[in-house]
């Protein structure tokens, strides 16, 4: 008896393996994915610009004004940057500058590296201030912005010419199953839709595009309520973990998924705490996982102390 409608999933011609630089951009599903990829210790550049929800954010996080063009305010006691999500805000201005003057590096040196750039979208719904899409209202007046919704014509428009000016990079595009209820739900399907289409036409105009259905795993195969959150609206653990295996299944080689069994288990290790710490065994333990990481850097030099 088969209990869930299963989303069919072609393998893709183009793989990723250890030897690929990724860059993962978006909504927190972003976060959550490439936190997956960390623990396998892929070469990753997760979020420099902090978590980002529309295409339009996403994009200009991609092609920065220079930092004298910033747009930075100050409200509830924090200096923010317009384009950068909450976790930059700080305080100090100066410090708030360097902070952005560091993502702007970071992402400079990510998209110039990169084979591979994963980009999920969270909604078509933008808010602009004083004619620019903001990536962060940073808990503003609403009367300060233009809420809108972006067009399919709009998102093509606008990220066609980024992806045609780097026939180098691979793109593999989702849209976050994650719902926006603030929105309303009828109106989080319309959103959605839009991406999904947005996403089609870019597919179909590039054959460096590729478009992996999370979305659709964690509606049809997932539509029970215990693959939620305490929310109830974010992905829980375990259904993180099975659209995680989905993409596996898709992108990676059977040689690339038995590197990354043998580099998981060495992040586990690494992350195993002994209740007691200072016996013999958990020393030994603690030396045989030292060991084992010099000896995998001579394959993986990037594996960090």
């Known amino acids: 008896m088969d209990l869930l409608t299963k989303v069919n999933i072609k393998p893709s011609p183009k793989k990723i393996g250890y030897q690929d630089k990724i860059l993962l951009l978006g909504s927190c599903f972003a976060d959550n994915i490439g936190e997956k990829f960390s623990e396998y210790y892929f070469q990753t550049t997760i979020n420099p610009f902090g978590t980002l929800y529309n295409p339009a954010s996403i994009l200009n996080s991609l092609s920065p004004v220079a930092p004298q063009q910033w747009p930075i305010i100050f409200h509830n006691g924090l200096w923010h940057s317009m384009m950068h999500h ?3 805000s700080h305080p100090d201005k100066n410090k708030l500058v360097h902070r952005c003057e560091e993502s702007m590096t970071t992402m ?4 110039q590296e990169a084979s591979t750039i994963i980009v999920t979208l969270g909604t078509s719904w933008v808010y602009e201030k004083e004619g620019m899409v903001v990536a962060n209202c940073h808990k503003l007046p609403a009367k300060e912005f233009v809420r809108r919704r972006m067009t399919v014509e709009e998102i093509l428009q606008t990220w066609q010419p980024l992806i045609e000016q780097m026939p180098d990079k691979y793109w593999i595009f989702t849209v976050s199953p994650i719902r926006h209820i603030k929105d309303g739900l009828h109106e989080n399907q319309i959103s959605k839709a839009i991406l999904l289409q947005a996403v089609d036409g870019l597919v179909s105009k590039n054959t460096t595009v590729s478009y992996f259905p999370s979305y659709e ?3 049809d195969e997932l539509r029970d309520y215990r693959f939620y959150a305490e929310d109830m609206l974010h992905p829980s653990a375990m259904a993180v973990e099975y659209i995680w295996q989905r993409f596996v299944d898709t992108y990676m080689t059977d040689d690339t998924q038995n590197e990354m069994r043998i580099l998981h288990q060495l992040w586990r290790d690494r992350h195993h ?3 007691h710490p200072d016996i013999e065994e ?4 603690a030396q045989r996982t030292e060991n084992r990481l ?3 850097k001579k394959q993986y030099p990037w594996l960090e102390e």
């Open 86 to 88: 909450g976790s930059c």
């Open 108 to 111: 400079r040196n990510a998209l």
């Open 217 to 219: 795993i964690m509606l």
């Open 273 to 275: 705490r002994f209740l």
């Open 282 to 285: 958990a020393m030994a333990f």
């Open 294 to 296: 010099q000896s995998l």
